[in-house]
């Protein structure tokens, strides 16, 4: 069955506010399709801890080559959406 | 106490949460945390030296013949840019930077957080802020054989007496093994700090300098000894000791993530990293903080210092693989950053290098 993406998508861009220490941005407000690295300076350690978080959070694991690939909100939901429902 | 033993991995699955739930490695990766903003390039500064060592990776490979730039405005314009583009730490070095203070004053002016290597026969002025790491391959006797230099510890020692930025950096190769605690000794009656490095044999050299199973176990236990025995002078830890003196090279452990072995632009060391030769260009095929050295001995402390440090998340795994990285990232924030103080080691014990999760 699919996975909610819209929840899923406003849970990531909360972890990514938290972890990330970002200021004056909600999750509602968080565009999904920002470019994580070029557009908010996020760093390969930074995805990492992200990756380590949402590993904790949604019970998947995330294969180390493709994390930095998870470069938007929309890209990482998407991510987690196709790992859940690969064990569905 | 250093177990001899490499660890195995445990079989429980932790969440990062729990791993994290120990105040001390809460605590210890907050610390570190602070630094992941370092994003590092290198840069050779002169294709001058004032010694030739066996072996030296610099006069290896095609980068000792580009022809160097000297003028300090084509200098600051390239760190200018470099600093526009995210570098944040600046690493100097081949063939012996001691030789243009003004150039690396031009890049401290420009980017205040770095690091030089040197060979430290020439005194870097005080006002250039930069850790500055200087290479020891064995006591004097050694030195004057493999760097045709004499007395290079006796004056390296007096060039850097009392000298906060200082760290010698020594590079255990089969025949200086035993030498690393008359080194060690010395500097620790000197008040002065030191930490490890393994010759790393460049390509196409099969010397006498490179190391095999049997060299590289000797340098396990004379690591583990010194670190044991002068806690306060070694700024290393078990797991470095792991990382450096495994069989396999740091490639094959854990995926080297310089340019020259990934090709992902995505993000990190695949998308930032650039080492400039001393005309001022670089070649992503070439890129790495050691280039000319064959990838498959590469034990190269600089390189350890990104690639494993770069593997986190598989570190991830248990608490005492996640403590060993965070003991190895400790050291390697302590060795490259001015005023950054290394805490006590968390894992004492040797942990057997995680594989990839697929």
């Known amino acids: 069955m699919e996975k909610d993406i819209s929840g899923t998508t406003l849970r990531i861009a909360q972890i990514l506010i938290d972890e990330l220490k970002l200021e004056d941005i909600t999750p509602e407000t968080f565009d999904p399709d920002l470019d994580l690295v070029d557009e908010v300076g996020v760093d390969s350690m930074d995805l990492a801890t992200v990756a380590l978080v949402l590993r904790d959070e949604y019970g998947i694991r995330i294969d180390e080559d493709d994390y930095p690939k998870l470069t938007t909100v929309r890209i990482i939901a998407e991510y987690i959406n196709n790992k859940l429902n690969s064990d569905d | ?358």
Not at chain 2, 171 to 182: G, K, L, Y
Not at chain 2, 183 to 191: H, K, M
Not at chain 2, 252 to 280: A, E, H, I, K, W
Request: net charge neutral; with cysteine.
């Open chain 2, 1 to 358: 106490m250093i177990s001899p033993a490499i660890e195995q991995k445990e079989q429980k699955e932790y969440k990062f949460s729990e791993i994290t739930a120990d105040p001390a490695v809460r605590d210890r990766f907050k610390k570190v945390r602070k630094y992941f903003f370092l994003r590092e390039s290198t840069y050779d500064m002169t294709n001058r030296c004032n010694v030739r060592c066996e072996g030296c990776y610099y006069f290896t490979g095609d980068k000792q013949f580009a022809t160097e730039n000297s003028d300090e405005d084509a200098w600051r314009v390239l760190l200018e840019g470099e600093k526009e583009r995210g570098i944040t730490f600046v690493v100097l070095a081949g063939a012996e930077p001691s030789l243009v203070p003004r150039l690396c004053e031009v890049c401290y002016d420009v980017i205040p957080l770095g690091a030089i290597a040197t060979n430290g026969l020439q005194h870097i002025p005080r006002q250039i802020d930069y850790r500055i790491h200087i290479s020891v391959w064995g006591n004097d006797h050694t030195s004057l054989k493999i760097r045709k230099a004499k007395d290079m510890l006796a004056r390296q020692t007096a060039n850097y007496h009392d000298d906060p930025r200082a760290i010698f950096v020594y590079t255990f190769n089969p025949v200086n093994i035993d030498e690393a605690r008359e080194v060690t000794s010395l500097l620790a009656q000197n008040g002065q700090q030191i930490t490890f490095n393994m010759f790393s044999a460049p390509l196409g050299y099969h010397g006498p300098l490179r190391h095999t199973p049997e060299t590289l176990a000797r340098t396990r236990k004379v690591m583990s000894e010194l670190l044991r025995q002068y806690p306060e002078t070694v700024v290393y830890s078990p797991y470095n000791i792991v990382a450096h003196t495994s069989e396999k090279g740091l490639h094959d452990l854990y995926s080297c993530s310089y340019p020259r072995m990934n090709t992902s632009t995505n993000v990190g060391l695949g998308r930032s990293f650039r080492q400039y030769r001393t005309d001022l260009n670089w070649d992503r095929q070439a890129a790495c903080c050691v280039p000319d050295t064959d990838c498959a001995d590469c034990r190269h402390y600089a390189a350890g210092s990104a690639v494993v440090t770069a593997r986190m998340y598989r570190h991830a795994v248990n608490p005492a693989t996640f403590k060993a990285w965070l003991d190895y990232v400790d050291t390697y924030l302590a060795v490259w950053v001015r005023g950054y103080e290394k805490g006590q080691n968390l894992c004492e014990r040797f942990i057997e290098p995680p594989a990839k999760e697929t």
